[in-house]
């Protein structure tokens, strides 16, 4: 399969701080990527899609202005949670599409945060 | 009734028994089926797409599809205490764009030695 990084795999912050998580796609060219959230024996939550070269497009219920998301090249996409607060404190992971093999999701390891 | 539903388990084998997992999906149209273990504490991995009525084989595991009774599976053969994990049913309906999937809520598989 083809693999996804993605950086850090942790990080613990104060309130109130921003943190910015990377996702790249080693082997292929991504034209989209997808940002997910899973807390604790939860299912995963998509939170938004992202397009090179263009805006997010974000899931009902989640704030743009508070996960920004920036999709700069065709293997890279970036999460920006500003502002950060406990409640944040989760485990996010991102995927790139495959789009030319049925459109296949790989998965990059996820990056766990925790707001203190 | 969800867009992709499964048995959210616990599935228990004992060791080299065969694993079935069902899912069934309420969207006539969807077009691409895949399967992803998730082990605790892990992202999710893909282990089998499957994109036209039949069975599809790798290794120990074969998935199979059949769009007339939107329903798909995966059978794990040999079943080994490391196969124990959640397991995702995941659908990318045509209608979508960009290639979003559905995910079912998962069948957590336990494999007894």
């Known amino acids: 399969g083809a693999v996804v990084s993605q950086h850090p795999s942790w990080v613990i912050c104060k309130s109130g701080t921003s943190v910015k998580i990377e996702c790249r796609s080693l082997?292929?060219?991504?034209?989209?990527m997808f940002w997910y959230r899973q807390f604790p024996k939860q299912s995963l939550m998509l939170m938004a899609t992202s397009n090179e070269g263009s805006k997010a497009t974000y899931e009902q219920g989640v704030e743009k202005d508070k996960f920004l998301i920036n999709h700069a090249s065709l293997t890279l996409s970036t999460l920006t949670v500003t502002s950060a607060h406990p409640e944040d404190s989760s485990f996010y992971i991102c995927s790139a599409l495959r789009a030319e093999h049925h459109n296949e999701q790989f998965f990059g390891p996820g990056t766990r945060l925790t707001v203190l | 009734q969800k867009e992709v539903e499964q048995n959210s388990g616990p599935l228990s084998v004992p060791e080299g028994a065969i694993a079935s997992l069902n899912c069934t999906y309420s969207?006539?149209?969807?077009?691409?089926f895949f399967w992803y273990r998730q082990y605790s504490g892990k992202s999710p991995e893909l282990i089998m797409s499957i994109y036209s009525n039949g069975d599809k084989e790798d290794g120990r595991f074969t998935a199979q599809l059949n769009k007339a009774s939107q329903y798909v599976s995966l059978l794990i053969r040999d079943s080994q205490p490391s196969d124990s994990a959640t397991y995702l049913c995941a659908v990318n309906r045509v209608r979508n764009q960009g290639g979003k999937l559905i995910f079912g809520q998962g069948t957590e598989l336990s494999v007894k030695p």
């Open positions: 969207d006539r149209v969807s077009q691409s």
């Open positions: 082997d292929f060219q991504a034209t989209t």
